[in-house]
């Protein structure tokens, strides 16, 4: 099974990544910086994790406030570098866990944590700052893979304290029952005190960042009962984020063991740096088979009905690129081109010589079975003048008429708005 060996937490400040590509890091003002981070990276570089659980805060990049998620899981097998405003880092894309990172989604939502999930979007530098301090990279890659698991403690109201830890035990609960050998740290970014907006603007409370990692190690319990406002009040505004480092916590055992501990005020955020090595112990009865249990409970069955074809996360990843091509006939200037020059885009957007097969046949039954949902083939049936119902029959085999016979009603539809068919 996989096992979590170990927690690490530390400020993601864009401090960190500047420093690393402007090779900082032996003047006087950045050089603490990375005096904190070498015990960080002798402990990654001698335990060597598989797979690092990363869990940080986007800053308005990849996420925007037109839908903004409380937990945001990526279940994708790889992610780039986002562009903040002045072009991407030059440092390369983090494999992803793909089928961890589905397993952990999956229980998690069997343990009623209501989440999201993203692929193919780019990591700013919540994830990216740090993680280009803590591990060598090349221009092939990382040492490691990543679960990345975004918080969203921007737009208000945000999770609690005491749901974050809470998320971090569920989280331990997921990782543990993954059927797969794994070595997995759990890495939580964000804080400590900082505010960078407003009149209160350059805020910080070093002696609270003290208490604060005091307490994440030996009482994390206590934490979660504050508030939100509280948490504002002794660390900023910004820096209540560092919530986000009891999820960490709450996926480590009760008893950890404090590797190492650093904190440096160079400007804006103070830079605090822990290691917490696990001390878990293992239960006389498998708890990881009935958490496996428990996640397989609600679509225990579904295999067993013919002709269905549940749209999975592991469909949905291995479909991307043709289900967004698909969606994108929403767009006037899209549908334009698909009806005059539908091979040029096939080729612009790499879409492989069965899925350009499929779509040019209106294939609708291997369309589904290959992955693609049910909605955008509506989308692309409006769009050829194909209603609804005619998709219906041919996915059964059947002609219109036929297929007709079966309904209380023979009527045409379709998703067509003010679109001539």
């Not at 290691?275 to 069955?301: C, F, T, W």
């Amino acid at each position: 099974m996989a096992r979590i060996i170990g927690g690490l937490a530390v400020s993601h400040t864009p401090t960190i990544g500047f420093a690393v590509d402007h090779n900082k890091q032996n003047e006087s003002a950045w050089s603490p910086i990375f005096e904190s981070f070498a015990p960080m990276q002798k402990w990654l570089d001698e335990k060597k994790p598989d797979v690092l659980i990363y869990v940080f805060n986007d800053h308005v990049t990849s996420f925007f406030f037109d839908h903004y998620s409380a937990f945001t899981l990526g279940i994708d097998d790889s992610y780039e570098v986002a562009d903040e405003g002045g072009g991407p880092r030059d440092i390369p894309a983090v494999k992803g866990h793909a089928a961890l990172s589905q397993h952990i989604g999956a229980s998690l939502m069997a343990d009623e944590f209501d989440m999201s999930f993203f692929m193919d979007k780019p990591l700013d530098h919540g994830l990216f700052s740090p993680l280009s301090a803590l591990m060598p990279h090349t221009e092939n890659g990382w040492p490691t893979q990543i679960v990345p698991l975004q918080i969203g403690v921007l737009q208000f109201p945000i999770p609690t304290a005491r749901r974050c830890y809470k998320l971090g035990q569920a989280l331990r609960r997921a990782v543990e029952s993954f059927p797969e050998d794994l070595k997995v740290a759990i890495v939580a970014t964000g804080g400590v005190s900082h505010q960078v907006h407003g009149e209160r603007c350059g805020f910080n409370n070093p002696e609270w960042d003290e208490q604060f990692v005091d307490m994440l190690i030996n009482d994390p319990e206590r934490l979660t009962e504050m508030t939100i406002a509280e948490y504002a009040t002794l660390s900023g505004m910004e820096g209540s984020e560092e919530i986000m480092w009891l999820v960490m916590r709450g996926a480590l055992s009760a008893n950890v063991e404090k590797l190492h501990h650093a904190y440096y005020l160079p400007s804006m955020t103070g830079i605090a740096t822990l290691v917490l090595e696990n001390k878990s112990r293992e239960a006389p009865v498998d708890v990881h088979q009935r958490q496996r249990d428990k996640i397989a409970l609600q679509m225990a069955g579904v295999e067993k009905l013919e002709g269905t074809y549940p749209f999975t996360q592991a469909r949905s990843l291995k479909a991307l690129r043709i289900n967004r091509f698909l969606h994108r006939l929403i767009q006037p200037a899209w549908r334009e081109r698909f009806l005059s020059e539908q091979q040029a885009m096939f080729d612009e957007n790499k879409l492989t010589t069965d899925e350009q097969s499929m779509i040019r046949s209106l294939d609708w039954r291997s369309m589904i079975q290959y992955g693609v949902s049910f909605f955008l083939l509506e989308k692309l049936g409006a769009v050829v003048g194909v209603s609804n119902l005619h998709i219906y029959s041919a996915m059964r085999g059947q002609t219109l008429e036929e297929f007709q016979k079966t309904r209380n009603q023979q009527v045409l539809y379709s998703v067509a708005g003010k679109a001539k068919a």
